[in-house]
């Protein structure tokens, strides 16, 4: 019988439809239901593509006997991530306090005013490792809510109160300035893996956002040893089990150092960010090996990501079956040297192994390896290379597919917009800029709607129950503000002014802080707020950039003192824990460099617009546009007339102005291009 559960829209929520455990979704229902039957709410929180979710709920939320004690003794009430951000985060903060650490499936036991009283992750169907069965766990929550509940009551209250009192440190006055950079470059350089590229040990993530800054430092300090370690990082990944050598994209981390196997679920976010860096770096050094990721990264999202409404989905799951028909991780992408033969031929094969890294023992399990490119084989034949990757790519098309998590949620679709529209402009591919344009039309129509505030996810062309948080608003504004500069339509910066209207009315507080619910969103425990970048910008840092963009833009005083003063936490994040607050850091050196104000009086996709975009200048603006309209729809293109009747570039910051120019060498220049 299918519960409450079939009516969401969310494709995790949905995979429990037709559990035997009677699933409410998140809602004060809920909540009264258990007031009303004095039972305590069990909380399951996880996402669609999170492999250990599908374990306990195989395991546990499958099982009758699981599932009738649950219904009996709880209200159960599952949440997707993804979803509810701000509930995911607020009791995820609980369970790392309570447990010393965190993860999905997240399973946390509240009183009918949703205050957590025990926690847990995923727990097994036996007891094992020390760990109690789920059972059992069931069984003594229950046993404490009828005997105990002075207890259960006070260690509640304690929790929450501890949660209250957990005010953020705020940056003090003032924003990160170049001694916060310098230690926070210095402390990245100390933590940097020399041997393998990227930052600390296993399990290694993608760290797009710190690259992103090393970058930026380099263009505008001229700092090698950031250029380094950001190409070097770049390379590793490239070549390593993390990229997916037939297909293109990136999965989400790597379980070891050296990038050899990964976590095999592939997210939008992590690929739309690399996409944006692989584009990046390539400006920075014309890498050919940078040209091809960006490029193959973009493709991917666009071929195995999009939806039927133009959207882009969330993910892509680690499980698939394998030839026996079982669900397991890395299915679809690992090889057996048996398997090259197959597929090659002796000839062939032994070719493939050798530049894919593909042995008899194998580097994944049972005997398969994952593809890489382990560099060792000397010089290759490229025809031959293309010619075995396009017939190992189409005999992998006949196994069976991960599934995908067809979710379209706002904030990453903001990223994935910013990253396909500026790769088409670096790479002359009009086409991935109307694939951004399009998600970008999505998020108009069906996230903003007839209501006028973004939300957070939607399905099939139809808008999710939840609100959007702070990331949605700055990622989305991001993203619109990207499409403005390559696209010369000023529809889109319009749209990213609403949008940070909302962060400066709604989602702004005392002294330059920000929230990541707005003020009229649902209360819960605790009001969240995390400025630090993790898996993608956090909110905070998010709107900071979108923010100064849009000040640079407009010339708005509102919004770059907003910026501002939400960059006073990034002065005092940056030298402490770098690698955690990396969109950060690119903002700040957005502001240490103005950032510049590029305005071509010309036409859109010439010359001088081309070379403005492929500018090095961190966080510089471009607008572009030519004839007596240009100005309503950028103001920097106001009062800019053209030079002797050519296409003309201005280049100002700090209230300064260069002289114009109508040479794109000149322009080139100015921008450290």
Request: aromatic share 8%; with cysteine; hydrophobic share 40%.
């Amino acid at each position: 019988m299918a519960n409450r559960l079939a009516q969401t829209t969310s494709p995790y929520l949905l995979q429990h439809a037709d559990n035997p455990v009677d699933w409410w979704p998140w809602s004060s229902e809920a909540f009264e239901e258990a007031r009303k039957r004095d039972v305590p709410v069990l909380l399951s929180v996880g996402y669609a593509s999170c492999h250990w979710c599908h374990v306990m709920a195989h395991e546990s939320f499958e099982d009758e006997t699981v599932a009738a004690y649950l219904n009996a003794h709880f209200v159960p009430v599952k949440v997707d991530r993804e979803e509810r951000p701000d509930v995911d985060a607020v009791y995820m903060e609980a369970v790392q306090a309570a447990t010393g650490h965190g993860g999905w499936p997240m399973t946390v036991f509240l009183t009918p005013d949703a205050e957590p009283f025990y926690f847990g992750t995923y727990f097994p169907p036996e007891p094992r490792h020390g760990s109690p069965s789920f059972q059992q766990v069931l069984e003594g929550v229950t046993t404490a809510w009828a005997d105990r509940r002075d207890e259960v009551a006070e260690v509640a209250g304690r929790i929450v109160a501890d949660l209250a009192g957990r005010s953020l440190v705020h940056g003090g006055d003032g924003v990160p300035g170049e001694s916060e950079v310098a230690q926070a470059l210095l402390g990245l350089t100390r933590e940097y893996d020399e041997q393998h590229g990227g930052f600390g040990g296993a399990p290694k993530f993608p760290p797009a956002m710190v690259v992103e800054f090393l970058l930026r430092h380099h263009a505008r300090t001229g700092a090698e040893g950031a250029l380094q370690m950001a190409a070097d990082t770049c390379a590793a990944m490239a070549r390593g089990g993390i990229y997916d050598q037939l297909g293109g994209g990136f999965a989400r981390y790597s379980v070891d150092r050296e990038w050899i196997v990964p976590h095999f679920e592939k997210m939008l976010y992590d690929n739309a960010l690399l996409c944006r860096v692989y584009a990046h770096l390539w400006r920075a050094t014309g890498s050919d090996e940078a040209r091809r990721i960006a490029l193959e990264t973009a493709d991917f999202m666009v071929r195995e990501l999009r939806t039927a409404e133009g959207g882009f989905a969330s993910a892509l799951d680690a499980d698939s079956e394998d030839a026996e028909g079982k669900h397991v991780e890395g299915a679809f992408y690992v090889w057996t040297p048996e398997q090259l033969r197959e597929v090659l031929g002796e000839d062939d094969a032994a070719f493939a192994a050798d530049y894919f890294g593909v042995t008899e023992e194998g580097t994944f399990e049972e005997g398969a390896s994952v593809l890489r490119l382990p560099g060792d084989a000397g010089p290759v034949d490229a025809d031959r290379v293309a010619g075995v990757r396009a017939r190992l790519l189409a005999a992998r098309d006949e196994r069976p597919h991960p599934g995908r998590d067809d979710k379209v949620v706002a904030a990453w679709n903001g990223l994935a917009i910013a990253a396909l529209a500026e790769t088409g402009a670096c790479f002359d591919r009009p086409d991935l800029v109307e694939r951004a344009t399009e998600a970008a039309d999505l998020l108009v129509r069906v996230h903003l709607g007839e209501v006028a505030r973004l939300t957070r996810t939607s399905k099939d062309g139809r808008a999710g129950d939840n609100a959007g948080v702070l990331e949605d608003y700055g990622d989305v504004a991001e993203g619109f503000l990207t499409l403005a500069a390559v696209t010369g339509e000023g529809a889109w910066l319009e749209f990213a002014g609403f949008l940070l209207d909302i962060v400066l009315e709604q989602f702004t507080g005392e002294g330059g802080q920000l929230y990541d619910t707005a003020h009229d969103a649902e209360q819960l425990i605790r009001r969240p707020q995390d400025p630090t970048d993790s898996a993608t910008p956090s909110g905070w840092t998010a709107a900071a950039g979108a923010l100064l963009s849009y000040a640079a833009y407009t010339g708005s005083e509102a919004h770059r003192t907003a910026a501002e003063g939400a960059l006073g936490v990034v002065k005092a994040l940056g030298p402490r824990v770098p690698r955690f607050v990396g969109w950060g850091l690119a903002v700040a050196e957005a502001l240490l460099d103005g950032p510049r104000e590029v305005a071509v009086a010309g036409p859109v996709g010439g010359e001088l617009h081309r070379t403005a975009l492929l500018g090095r200048a961190p966080g510089a603006v471009v607008a572009a546009g030519e004839g007596p309209g240009a100005g309503a729809e950028f103001p920097l293109l106001v009062d800019r007339p053209l030079v002797g009747g050519e296409p003309t570039a201005y280049v100002c910051r700090h209230f300064v102005c260069d002289a114009p120019t109508t040479d794109a060498r000149e322009l080139a220049a100015k921008l450290g291009g």
